[in-house]
């Protein structure tokens, strides 16, 4: 059972292939360690029957010799993906019990390519926060603790449930989202690797929007080889999705093992923060030699726009939260809470539906879009997206390959730790929210652990639709820094 669960991706799917073991076996071992592990909370919506049918489905292909890339590779699905005829709630008590009729096309892609459904996954609520304690199925608990301490941690978030899921070793990889850092913050807080495509690399159809400008899909998995191997399946171009991007798929597992030898690394002045821990910077030097040692040469970079990212962040991301959510006004989807008029209605439902942090971000964006106010935040917030995204620009023109960073300010703080001011639980995507204004694709690779013996990630931002020396030069990391498992408590 436990040999099972803790083979990597790639490692499952050449048992698989050579009928070392079945689809059904290796489902089963999940689902096994899905049930025991109830005390993490990563799992909304737990989907055994479905899964057993799945894997049979694909063992009968299998023994065919039908098998396509993720034939009976069982994985775990956030619960912003629509997935036909299972509930599908972006963890938000206004879509109540809804049970989408249609199937997002990165599921569908994955099911076409032979994966097993194991269920959905938590999330912050509407993917809005960092630490999954948003959701109103409440917070997932990491799966990593500080040494000698019982003190639950969160998983980071909004796609806290895919990486605790796949750090506890629940499932073999999974699906997740990034507005702002969502796939990457809680893949540095689980030792897990997450990557966050360029954006229109991945359809958006079938998930849950927040802010349509910036969301983008991508995987959580245990290895930089893991990722390369989901997001083959995961991209393509979706007539669905007017913003995602008609360019061949690379075969990303290729640039696994490639030489980095010549590539130009930046290293951004701006991305050192004062008060930032020892550590973290301990860590940035270290991956940054560990690239040299692999023929790499870092250059120093400067990102001027850098210190706007964050505030102009929290104008657009919330401007188009508040247009997207619009439509939950209790008619057409989940909870409806009925008033003396249609008025009444819309708004009892809203007050009813969404939680705290929702809420927030739909006042923030009213305001902002408001006239009189729209030139002066909204507006002006775009033209410093411009600015950010210039910057990358200018380096990438000089000959820049990748740019490394940290992943985060500080590895996973506990539950209920931080919230009490909102901009503090803010602040833990200084890093990553830069890559979502311009588009970029960023990934996030364990490193090091902190003194208490928490994983802590880098951060790799690449050229646009050039995912492939990300995993390349991920790999790299990985290869030194070695691979991040929790011990079991739970
Ligand atoms: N933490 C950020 C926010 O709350 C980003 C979330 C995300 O990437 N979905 O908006």
Known sequence: MTRLTSLTLAEARDGLANKSFTSLELTDAHLGAIEAARALNAFVMETPDQARAMARAVDARIAKGEGGPLAGIPLGIKDLFATKDVRTTACSKILGNFVPPYESTITSQLWRDGAVMLGKLNNDE???????????????????????????????????????????????????????????????????????????????????????????????????????????????????????????????????????????????????????????????????????????????????????????????????????????????????????????????????????????????????????????????????????????????ARGVNAILTPATPSAAFGIGEKGADPVEMYLNDIFTVTVNMAGLPGIAVPAGKDTQGLPLGLQLIGRPFDEETLFSLGEVIEQAAGRFTPARWW
């Open 126 to 396: 509407f993917a809005m926060g960092s630490s999954n304690e948003t959701s109103c199925f409440g917070p997932v608990v990491n799966p990593w603790r500080r040494e000698g301490s019982n003190t639950t941690l969160v998983p980071g978030g909004s796609s806290g449930g895919s990486a605790s899921a796949v750090a506890a070793l629940l499932c073999m990889g999974a699906t997740a989202t990034d507005t702002g850092g969502s796939i990457r913050q809680p893949a540095a807080f689980t030792g897990t690797v997450g990557m966050k495509p360029t954006y229109g690399r991945c359809s958006r159809w079938g998930i849950v929007a927040f802010a349509s400008s910036l969301d983008q899909a991508g995987p959580i998995a245990r290895t930089v080889r893991d990722s390369a191997i989901l997001m083959r399946s995961m991209a393509g171009h979706d007539p669905k999705d007017t913003t995602s991007v008609d360019r061949v798929v690379p075969d990303y597992e290729a640039a696994i093992g490639k030489s980095v030898k010549g590539m130009k690394i930046g290293i951004p002045n701006e991305y050192r923060l004062d008060g930032m821990p020892q550590e973290i910077e301990k860590l940035w030097s270290e991956g940054a030699a560990w690239l040299k040692a692999a023929g790499a040469e870092l250059v120093d970079i400067s990102l001027p726009h850098t210190k706007y990212a964050l505030p102009a962040y929290y104008i657009v991301a919330p401007a188009e939260a508040s247009s997207n959510l619009a439509r939950y006004d209790g008619v057409r989807y989940g909870l409806r809470v009925p008033g003396r008029s249609i008025g009444e209605q819309y708004e009892n439902t809203r007050a009813e539906g969404f939680g705290p942090e929702v809420r927030r971000r739909v006042m923030i964006g009213t305001y902002v879009l408001s006239a009189g106010y729209y030139d002066a935040y909204y507006l002006r917030a775009q033209k410093v997206r411009t600015l950010i995204k210039r910057d990358f620009e200018e380096c990438f």
